[in-house]
């Protein structure tokens, strides 16, 4: 099978190469990057005015199996991620049972291998049924295919086990994404006084149990040499933290969610649990915080933290609500919309934080849209225009703040390995 594609602008960070060119792909390998001629092929993609990007990779997923299937699938949230233009997605551990096992790793590849048009690459516990006690064992999983290692939906409260942990993961030379909650003042449920969270009665949660963590889990990287990645960071003071952790020479790692860049606590209506969300929507000062860091690289990553939930749990009040939204099939029109287009970043840039930047966390050899590499490829129209409708997206979960809003950005195609697992066209 031979797949042309034509005269898009082709983005790849690893050269920094931003033009038009053809691509001819050749089984499942990128074969030309042209400007010149072109091959003969079984299917060609017109991509005229459209980016062409090494295939997005969402460091940051929820999938809900096995366990919560009623949430979502491998099969369903891969259909998603697909639909999203992500071509590799890390599920976090936070299913029943926990992946904190080589078995449950496992499990979860031989049923990717099955169910999954893209690729799965699967995170596994820091420690056993995330209870926060034992340390998993990381080598195991990581032999069995784990990428990496998260606490994700909680933190590790007692700083001796996660210091373990830590210890641990930088021995095998693995990353650690870090949830930064400080699950007592969670408890407590903290509302910042004379806030709309008052008067709407909303929950909510303080910086500070965001940035106590961040900052204990830092000098806990410091100490261990663990490579840490900072998920879904939303306060100012946590990237001034890790700004200066950069700077002094440290392993860390920062991600940013569209959520998080784009909606500040201000847009929540009252009462809507698609707005409810861990860490929560801050202050316009944190979102200015969030963007700066994109722009400058102190943030190093985009990633969706995709959480799917059942219509029923979202319909609980505020407080008794889960956290989470779906993001799969947004994240690319938000980037745009928020980033691309007012210039924060460029497209090439987007293609760093969306697939180059997350492919080297985690040391795997994609991200890179060149001659010779495994054809993973995302096609984008960014001009195109519509509204976000929940009731087209092929996750299970219909929770997002984002329904009903104008964007600019559409996946055309999403390409995996050689073969097209998603294209628009063949939706209408
Ligand atoms: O909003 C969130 N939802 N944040 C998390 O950390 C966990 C996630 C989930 O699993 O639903
Ligand atoms: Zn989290
Ligand atoms: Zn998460």
């Known amino acids: 099978m031979r797949i042309r594609i034509d005269n898009g602008r082709v983005l790849d960070p690893s050269t920094k190469r931003d033009g038009n060119y053809h691509i001819l792909i050749e089984g499942n390998r990128v074969a030309k990057i042209t400007a010149e001629d072109k091959d003969d092929a079984d299917r060609v993609i017109d991509a005229d005015g459209c980016y062409v990007m090494p295939g997005l990779i969402d ?12 949430k979502e699938t491998i099969a369903t949230g891969a259909r998603a991620a697909a639909r999203g233009g992500f071509t590799a997605v890390c599920p976090m551990a936070n299913t029943k049972p926990v992946i ?29 049924g995330l209870e926060g006690r034992e340390v998993t064992d990381m080598a195991g999983m990581k032999a069995a295919g784990a990428v990496a290692f998260s606490e994700d939906g909680k933190t590790v409260m007692d700083a001796a086990v996660y210091r373990k942990g830590l210890q641990q993961a930088a021995e095998i ?11 007592n003042l969670l408890k407590e449920s903290v509302m910042r006084e004379g806030t709309l969270a008052e008067a709407r009665r909303v929950s909510s949660v303080s910086h500070a149990s965001e940035d106590l963590i961040t900052a204990r889990d830092i ?23 890790a700004e200066m952790a950069k700077r002094e020479g440290l392993a860390l790692t920062v991600e940013v969610c569209p959520h998080h860049f784009t909606l500040t606590y201000d847009d929540i209506p009252e009462g809507d649990t698609n707005f409810k969300m861990a860490p929560p929507l801050r202050e316009a ?14 943030a190093d990553v985009i990633s969706t933290d995709h959480a799917p939930h059942s219509a029923e749990e979202k319909t ?41 930047n997350p492919a080297k966390i985690l040391g795997l050899s994609l991200g890179v849209l060149a001659e010779g590499k495994v054809a993973d490829i995302t096609i984008i129209d960014p001009k195109a225009e519509y509204v976000i409708d929940k009731n087209t997206f092929a996750s299970k979960g219909r929770n997002t703040p984002f329904h009903g809003r104008k964007v ?9 390995d050689g073969k097209i697992v998603y294209a628009a066209e063949e939706e209408q």
């Open 59 to 70: 460091l940051h997923v929820h999938f809900r199996e096995p366990g919560f299937e009623y």
């Open 100 to 128: 904190d096992s080589p078995e449950m790793v496992s499990f979860l590849l031989e049923k990717a291998a099955k169910e999954s048009p893209v690729r799965i690459l699967p995170i596994g516990s820091v420690t056993k």
């Open 173 to 183: 030379g693995a990353v650690v994404m870090d949830h930064c909650e400080d699950m």
């Open 219 to 241: 000098l806990l990287a410091k100490e261990t040499g663990a490579h840490l990645h900072l998920c879904h960071c939303s306060t100012k003071a946590s990237i001034q933290m």
């Open 285 to 298: 000062e944190d979102v200015a915080a969030l963007k700066a860091a994109l722009k400058s690289g102190v």
């Open 316 to 356: 609980r009040p505020f407080p008794e609500a889960p956290n989470g939204i779906v993001g799969a099939e947004t994240a690319v029109a938000l980037t745009i919309s928020e980033l691309v287009e007012p210039g924060i970043l460029s497209p090439l840039e987007m293609a760093e934080k969306m697939s180059f």
């Open 408 to 416: 600019r950005g559409k996946v055309l195609y999403t390409i995996v």
